[in-house]
């Protein structure tokens, strides 16, 4: 670490703006990290011009520009090493994290789900169709999870939840909107604390 700044790789495939919101949190203090480097599933992420803005190194990563998938996890981690990156944190990545990865960096991997894991979570389960899964059930509740990765999708130990109410009158779009308001106030904050060590793991 760099002046006691854990250094953060962040991976993500769409417009950013979970990483925007680790941007601002460690230029105001609530996070104690740098972040170090931006790695995106595909090029017209508008995350990468938010990392462009604020300086940050980025990589497109595409499984299938290796050999294999060893080959590409390997690739990943030996990038995570060379830019001496302590903490993965995917934010809206769509993709799963190589294995190579998870092994890599055991308990450092984070993920942010929109919605209260273990409901809504899995395969195909993401964005719209989540806040639309979550209205179609009538649920009353909802809001966002910060978790472990693992090898399967929104699976890991839970960090953190915050609770968003589901008004009667909510769209996919409306109830979206006030999740994603609070996955900015919950990610710092519980990126945070894991790198402070307060989580019993």
């Known amino acids: 670490m760099t002046a006691n700044l854990a250094h953060v790789a962040v991976f993500l495939s769409g417009s950013g703006t979970d990483l925007q919101a680790l941007i601002d949190a460690t230029k105001d203090g609530r996070l104690s990290a740098r972040i170090a480097w931006v790695v995106a599933s595909k090029e017209d992420a508008y995350g990468l011009v938010r990392a462009a803005d604020a300086g940050i190194e980025t990589t497109v990563f595409k499984m299938k520009d290796h050999e294999s998938?060893?080959?590409?996890?390997?690739?990943?981690?030996?990038?995570l090493r060379e830019r001496r990156i302590d903490y993965v944190a995917m934010a809206?990545?769509?993709?799963?994290?190589?294995?190579?990865?998870?092994?890599?960096?055991?308990?450092?991997?984070?993920?942010?789900?929109?919605?209260?894991l273990p409901k809504y979570g899995g395969v195909g389960m993401?964005?719209?169709?989540?806040?639309?899964?979550?209205?179609?059930?009538?649920?009353?509740?909802?809001?966002?999870?910060?978790?472990?990765?693992?090898?399967?999708y929104d699976h890991g130990k839970i960090l953190?939840?915050?609770?968003v109410p589901v008004l009667p009158d909510d769209t996919p779009e409306t109830l979206a909107a006030r999740v994603l308001e609070a996955e900015h106030k919950l990610y710092p904050f519980a990126l945070n604390k894991?790198?402070?060590?307060?989580?019993?793991?």
Do not use: C, F, W
């Open 69 to 79: 998938a060893q080959a590409a996890g390997e690739y990943l981690v030996r990038n």
């Open 126 to 152: 993401y964005g719209r169709k989540v806040h639309e899964a979550v209205i179609a059930a009538g649920d009353r509740q909802s809001g966002p999870t910060v978790h472990l990765a693992d090898e399967i």
């Open 160 to 163: 953190e939840q915050a609770v």
């Open 194 to 201: 894991l790198i402070k060590g307060e989580y019993r793991l």
């Open 92 to 116: 809206g990545y769509l993709k799963m994290m190589p294995v190579e990865v998870l092994r890599a960096y055991p308990n450092r991997v984070v993920n942010i789900h929109p919605a209260l």
